[in-house]
């Protein structure tokens, strides 16, 4: 059974850093795709970033240059490193994790991915 533990969010200012971690267990986490997804109140999930088995790694152009996703293959952990924070960045993120068929790249929709954490809240002020 797949589990995906989310930790790391937290309130910070503008500008300011935070590190998501997600932990998995109950698969073979390096044969899965990997990605982030946020929602804001009132708004649709949107996929934020993904990264594929290869370690390759897809952002949304809103985060780029900003976010960095990673992951820890040894450690079955997924990292999501957010810089220069904005208010927009206020959201529920929660990581996700699916196996993908070997010619198809990880991607960035919600239909994408059957496996789910339960969230970290982060909360950036102006």
């Known amino acids: 059974q797949v589990q995906l533990v989310e930790s790391g969010g937290g309130s910070v200012q503008a500008g300011g850093s935070l590190r998501l971690s997600c932990e998995a267990s109950?698969?073979?986490?390096?044969?899965?795709?990997m990605a982030w997804f946020r929602q804001a109140p009132g708004k649709e999930r949107e996929g934020v970033a993904a990264?594929?088995?290869?370690?390759?790694?897809i952002y949304v152009d809103s985060v780029k240059g900003r976010f960095t996703i990673s992951k820890d293959n040894a450690a079955n952990t997924l990292y999501l490193q957010m810089n220069s924070l904005k208010p927009e960045d206020t959201a529920m993120y929660y990581c996700?994790?699916?196996?993908?068929?070997?010619?198809?790249?990880?991607?960035?929709?919600?239909?994408?991915?059957?496996?789910w954490g339960q969230g970290t809240q982060v909360t950036v002020s102006s």
């Open positions: 996700a994790a699916d196996l993908f068929p070997p010619t198809v790249p990880a991607g960035l929709l919600v239909s994408e991915y059957a496996n």
């Open positions: 990264i594929d088995r290869d370690g390759s790694t």
């Open positions: 109950g698969y073979p986490f390096s044969s899965y795709c």
